[in-house]
């Protein structure tokens, strides 16, 4: 059971590091386009189609990613100062009751949305390069996988906290600056009241 949560966790992590690379691609894009409409007078009729389906790949498989680095975007005002069993049950009643359901759709809806396009091999209509769309609607269905694989290794961890009183720890991965200078600032905050303690217990 443990081998296959930590297959989930390295899969949406692999996933999204892979899929990070559309943000050069779209910067390349819309920077390649800025200089030939503004600067050549010449635009381009693919930079649109690139742009508009870096971005959507990127946003639709960036997400179990973000799920499992806990970076999902959290009214935490009051969830943190509850203990991690109360943290734990919210968690898990949300993750039941609004998450599973919700990401079921969106595979369904997704796939059937993905086949169609593919069956018709739709393609762009917004330039008369008329690129292949289909392959990014299969992102669709791909990223509801994913996102129900996730949605289960968050529940597992749930359950655990539940039981063992203490959220089990995340795989290490690379933290925003922001995030690593609250968190070194809260080791030393802790080290610095320990010391403290131990301070006051010699005396």
């Given amino acids: 059971m443990a081998r296959i949560l930590d297959f989930i966790n390295t899969l949406s992590t692999w996933t999204g590091k892979a899929f990070a690379w559309c943000i050069l691609i779209l910067t390349f894009g819309v920077s390649y386009e ?5 600067v050549f007078n010449a635009p381009t009729v693919w930079s649109y189609d690139i742009m508009y389906m870096t971005y959507g790949a990127l946003f639709l498989m960036a997400g179990p990613y973000t799920l499992s680095r806990d970076s999902m975007v959290r009214g935490d005002f009051v969830y943190r100062f509850f203990p991690a ?3 734990a ?6 993750f039941l ?3 599973m359901p919700g990401v079921a759709a969106l595979l369904y809806a997704g796939f059937r949305f993905a086949s169609q396009s593919y069956r018709f091999g739709e393609t762009s209509m917004f ?5 292949p769309v289909y392959p ?3 992102l669709i269905p791909l990223a509801g996988v994913l996102l129900i694989l996730q949605g289960i290794f ?5 359950v655990r906290c539940l039981k063992e009183g203490a ?15 609250l968190h070194d600032r809260e080791a030393q905050e802790r080290l610095a009241a320990e010391g403290f303690r131990v301070g006051e217990i010699g005396r």
């Avoid at 800025?34 to 503004?38: D, F, I, K, W």
């Avoid at 959220?167 to 200078?181: F, G, K």
């Fill in 34 to 38: 800025v200089l030939m409409r503004y």
């Fill in 127 to 131: 330039s008369p390069a008329r690129i």
């Fill in 85 to 87: 069993r109360v943290q």
């Fill in 167 to 181: 959220w089990p720890p995340r795989p290490h991965d690379v933290e925003e600056l922001e995030t690593a200078i």
């Fill in 136 to 138: 990014m609607k299969m």
């Fill in 154 to 158: 968050e529940i597992v961890r749930c």
């Fill in 89 to 94: 049950a919210i968690d898990l009643l949300l």
């Fill in 97 to 99: 009751i609004f998450y």
